[in-house]
């Protein structure tokens, strides 16, 4: 009897498995991009817009002239938050007023 048991056991869960209505179907698109833990996004570099702006004109920028014009104000808000970085790295620095907005120069040109 243990024999028939045994031998019945597998056919069981089988229809089990059937009658829950999971079948095995593969499943249409492309299969899920699988990325290992701890892999996010990149930090920033160093080298910055702004910086790239200023080596331009090493005479000094400011922000609306690295935006290229006063009413460029969508430039302005983006540039803002990475002048900040630039200032706090002291990759930049501001160093007077023109047209009552700060003139920003690179600290590698202030020597000049």
């Known amino acids: 009897m243990n024999t028939e048991e045994q031998g019945a056991a597998p ?3 089988e229809n089990s498995s059937a009658e829950s209505g999971t079948p095995e179907v593969k ?3 492309r299969p899920p991009i699988v990325r290992p833990a701890g892999q996010g996004a990149k930090p920033p570099a160093a080298e910055n817009k702004v910086v790239r702006l200023l080596e331009k004109n090493p005479l000094g920028m400011t ?3 690295m935006a290229g014009g006063p009413r460029q104000i969508k430039r302005m ?3 803002r938050p990475i002048l900040a970085d630039a200032i706090r790295l002291g ?3 501001p160093v007077s007023q023109r047209a ?3 003139v ?3 600290v590698k ?3 000049r």
Request: net charge neutral; aromatic share 4%.
């Open 91 to 93: 990759l930049i620095m």
């Open 109 to 111: 040109n202030m020597n």
């Open 104 to 106: 920003y120069k690179l």
């Open 77 to 79: 808000k983006t540039l």
């Open 100 to 102: 009552g907005h700060t």
């Open 27 to 29: 499943k249409r698109g």
């Open 11 to 13: 056919e069981e869960e």
């Open 63 to 65: 922000l609306p002239e």
